[in-house]
């Protein structure tokens, strides 16, 4: 135990002192958190606008329109409407027989063109005017709002809870002693070197965790968004994403011989293409991808904590935890698994 | 040619760092491809993307189906609360109605009797609203002897308006393929960067090495020499860089090009290129650190790109961000993608924005390149 410690101090140290970790756990995710809040941020906070609608002095189903809430009404003279279309002061002008002139076909001028219709399908009903309520509400409203645009603040999240990829690398470079220099002095020591992997999985673990802490102080305090309601099943997601990210790492750092540097841009490459398709450079990728390969949201590591977390966090459902979380612990054991058997019996003729 | 070709077998050995950007971009240019090309010649009523989950089945609930169904696109949806709820908030649906078992009963007694899920602050809400209450007012109004009159209400709902489409002179029919185009060609902006600094940034740094330097100094390789080389190297491999993207938009859009001002998207493309090299030449005169290029790669390509309106339209970033991106060539590279203008000369001073930029970079870079030697 007494070892065990003293490998994690050393190693915390070694870690903490490193810029790559400083650089990629601490300074990029609240980088790249700040762009995304500086160019989502206007696209999250929907306001339902009114509609323009144009129509000439004395036009008979004025008083009607007047009547609807989300109608604005102009006065518009024919020799207006074409200029008051084009700037967009108005999304569409309705003439005296009830014809609608627009610029653009649209969602606000097909509204205007459905509250014309009534008008003559009513006409064409012929049925007398007290036949119909008006004041009649036959809707039960199920209020749940959209906002696609928070997955890409939960696919940064789930990225960044898997940083403890660079803890991974890192430590089993260390421990190898045709990578590093301390590792050629681990080899000839007693020490043993399944202590020394606990400590730095633990110390990778630990120090990723505090970044992920320090990213959401940053979200929550700085940027005013607020991320986490439910704290339980959430944590377990960014916990078992740093276990899944360290277990990937340890795998990237013993499955080859290539420099530190080149497993580290590995690791960004695969990381990043698992956001991308989690949905962190446009939702709109993640909502194609559910569309067409669901499978594929359901096995990309990153998909399945940043999925989870806006379940749990927006919409307070739990129905994918338990197959969530099944999944990432048995990536990680996987990869854990595969890096003990990459760095089992490893001796060294010569360095 | 020594340096020349030493360089190029370098910036080779980095092929995987610019195939994994450059198979990436091409993976998201695939996928925007569908259901982008569509030609708006007249009004094309908007059709919201709907579920509809019948519990009734009665005469009255289908016919209320089936006019929805003439107006929207219906999409599958699970009865489960949960889905339908998440399928809202990823606007997968724009709108859920669920209709009770004992519709036609609460209808004629005038309760709130379908559920809708919606979003209530999009346009969208009031849409659906719209058609669901005029059907039920319209069945209402025929309700007599405990009979719905279903043909009326049917033909009074085919009763239509004109809708005239007034022209601004503009090409209109190629909406659809010039949005392609825009997305392609601004999605360009974030690879050219993040490919340039990080491909060129590491083979300089490793050709500004302090022991490769001291070597290069005491060889007979003249310097100014020794330097046009180099620039040429790089100049060949945004070249070739620039083709792929160039020649990816004909591969995958080639026949669609005559509908749109290819020659603007290309000459704004090798321009942008060519400021961006110059920023690699700033940064590699800044810096011959690997670890602080790949971070600078990471951080401007991606940052630029979010600011700048290659991620998100330029009309939904803030005033201050865009103010901010004013001081990219990426933000005047969109900007001539998003203008969407015929001629050239409309977009002269963008173009020239993005020269002046270049130039700035390369002037600032050769006063660090002369301090650096004089030291």
Redesign the interface.
Known sequence: MKTLLRNCIYQGKNLIRE??FS?WCLI?PV??AT??Y??????MD????D?NIGIEKGNRIESILEEIK?LNIHKVSQAE??EK??NGEIHGFIDSD??????????????I??????I??????N?PIE????E?????????????MV?IFYSLVAMVSTYGIFGGITVVSVIQANLSHIGVRLNVTPLKKHEFLIAGVIVGLALNLFANGILFIFIKYVLKLELLNEFKYSSIFIILGNLFGTALGMFIGASNRKSE?AKI?MA??IVL?FS?LSGM???N???????NIPILGRINPISIISNNL??LN??G?T?TVREGTLILSLYSILFIFLSYLFLRRRDYDSI | MTVYKYFIKMALRNKW?IL?NTL?FFF?AI?NT?GHIQE?MS????KLNIGIIDNSNSPLSNSLKDYLESKNNIIDVSPEE?I???Q?????VDAVVVIPEEFEEK?VS??????????????????I??????F???A???HEEGKFDLN??K???S????????R?GSRGIDKGTNEWFRYYFNFTAYVTIACYISVIGLVMADFNEYNIENRRKISSKRFLRFNKELYLGQLSLAGIITFIFILGSIIIKGKYIREINFNIYLVNTIVFSFSILCLTFLINNITRN??VT??LS??LS??TS??SGV??PQQ???DK?LT?AKFFPTYYFVRINDMQTSSLLGVKNDIFMQLLFGLAFLLVGLYLSKTAQEV
């Open positions: 810029f790559g650089f990029y980088i790249l762009f995304f500086l160019a989502f941020n206007g696209m929907i306001e339902l606008e509609i989300i409407v074409q279309l084009n009830l014809n609608l002139m627009v610029k653009e076909s649209g969602i606000n001028q097909t509204i063109k459905e509250v014309i219709e009534q003559k399908q009513m006409e064409r009903l049925k036949n119909y309520d008006f009649a509400d036959h809707i039960l409203d199920r209020n749940q709002e959209a906002n696609l997955i540097n841009t960004v490459v293409f991308l450079m446009g939702p990728i993640k909502v194609v991808l559910d569309k806006y379940r927006l919409l459902s129905r | 760092l994994s990436l998201f996928i569908s708006e009004f094309i009523e908007t949960e339908i709820r998440e809202i908030f990823l606007q997968i209808v005038k309760e709130k009797v379908i559920e809708v899920y919606r979003d209530d602050r999009k346009a969208e809400s009031i849409q609203e719209h058609q669901i209450e005029k039920l007012l319209f209402n109004a025929t009326a209400i033909s009074a709902l009763e239509k308006v004109n809708v005239n489409m007034i601004d690997k670890f790949n971070c990471v951080v991606l940052g979010f600011i991620m998100v939904f970033l803030g961000v901010l």
